[in-house]
């Protein structure tokens, strides 16, 4: 694991909260080792979003956060979705097949973050 980030910045867009972002790589996600985006706003940590660059992971990531979460809400080719609180109040986990990999996300209500 790498301590200290790759990339480190903050963004920002009217009308949206800014987000302090620190990029990692190299970082172990349920026994896999990701590329890892943490997103943080005045609220802090709001966001973690992993990537993974095996293009076939998609049903494994899946069948990992659906044994762990209960089925998702909502499931499209290539996408699925936890809306209901997955992982405690105001929480949503995404799946997505990428062209270059999967990116599994772990998202809390950044509702009253600081706007730019």
Do not use: H
């Not at 694991?1 to 903050?10: A, G, Q, S, V």
């Amino acid at each position: 694991m790498r301590d200290i980030p790759l990339y480190e910045y903050r963004t920002e867009e009217p009308g949206q909260p800014w987000e302090y972002i620190l990029e990692y790589e190299n970082i172990s996600c349920a026994g896999e080792i990701c590329n890892c985006v943490l997103c943080f706003t005045s609220l802090g940590l709001v966001g973690i979003n992993y990537f993974d660059s095996d293009l076939k992971s998609y049903d494994d990531w899946s069948a990992r956060l659906t044994e762990l979460y209960g089925r998702p809400d909502e499931v499209q080719q290539k996408y699925s979705v936890w809306e209901q609180n997955p992982a405690g109040e105001g929480t949503v986990i995404y799946i997505f097949a990428l062209e270059d990999g999967v990116q599994i996300s772990f998202f809390a209500d950044d509702t009253g973050s600081e706007l730019s």
